[in-house]
């Protein structure tokens, strides 16, 4: 809309009891995302977790053999 060569911006008004309840809506629906995206985030930290703590075992048990073998196979 234009006004003497001027925009004019369109407006509205608003209960300000409605608006806060759409506003508290909206942020009970943003604690429910942000719930959500935490423990979806978790899960993935507890899989990267458990896939590093299975590669350090292998290679601590490898380096354990290794030494089991040089020392007490190979030396004597």
């Known amino acids: 809309m234009v006004e003497d060569n001027r925009e004019v911006v369109p407006s509205?008004?608003?209960?300000?009891?409605?608006?806060?309840?759409?506003?508290?809506?909206?942020a009970k629906i943003d604690e429910k995302i942000e719930f959500v995206s935490a423990?979806?985030?978790?899960?993935?930290?507890?899989?990267?977790?458990?896939?590093?703590?299975?590669?350090?075992?292998?290679?601590?048990g490898l380096i354990l053999v290794l030494a089991y073998v040089l020392l007490a196979v190979v030396i004597p």
Do not use: M, P, S, T
């Not at 509205?12 to 759409?22: F, I, L, M, N, W």
């Not at 423990?39 to 601590?60: S, W």
């Open 12 to 26: 509205a008004v608003v209960d300000q009891d409605q608006y806060r309840e759409v506003l508290d809506k909206l």
């Open 39 to 60: 423990e979806v985030a978790q899960r993935h930290g507890k899989k990267i977790g458990r896939d590093i703590g299975a590669l350090y075992g292998a290679v601590g």
